[in-house]
């Protein structure tokens, strides 16, 4: 079945940096495109960046909150999906979470999800 494992959350403070993994298991991972959305405390889902299935070109999408901060990449021969988060601020802070929804490029329906890593942006 499709497994998503999200790793690499922890405390940092305001304007550092975090590298966010999720490795991806039981289905072709290159087939798929991929997101990553969070969850602040008391909040909705809120989707993050995608990234379509295609290595290059105009393949990312950011919301407008991380644009320019975040990147997201990823490595189909080791079915990883990353997520490079720099100039970190405290609005930041929630549960992140890897996702395979129904459109990559914006909020959309999630079909799978992993547990979540937990970000914390506190001084």
């Known amino acids: 079945q499709v497994q998503l494992v999200e790793s690499g959350g922890g405390l940092v403070q305001p304007g550092g940096s975090l590298r966010l993994s999720c490795l991806g298991s039981?289905?072709?991972?290159?087939?798929?495109?991929m997101t990553w959305v969070r969850q602040a405390p008391g909040k909705g889902l809120e989707w993050v960046a995608g990234?379509?299935?295609?290595?290059?070109?105009?393949?990312?999408r950011y919301a407008d909150s991380v644009r320019g901060r975040f990147t997201i990449a990823r490595d189909n021969s080791n079915n990883m999906l990353y997520l490079q988060m720099s100039n970190l601020k405290p609005e930041d802070t929630a549960m992140y979470y890897c996702?395979?929804?129904?459109?990559?490029?914006?909020?959309?329906?999630?079909?799978?999800r992993g547990k979540g890593t937990l970000v914390t942006v506190s001084s």
């Open positions: 039981g289905f072709t991972f290159s087939n798929y495109g």
């Open positions: 996702t395979i929804s129904d459109m990559w490029s914006q909020q959309s329906n999630i079909r799978h």
């Open positions: 990234i379509s299935i295609t290595l290059s070109g105009n393949n990312k």
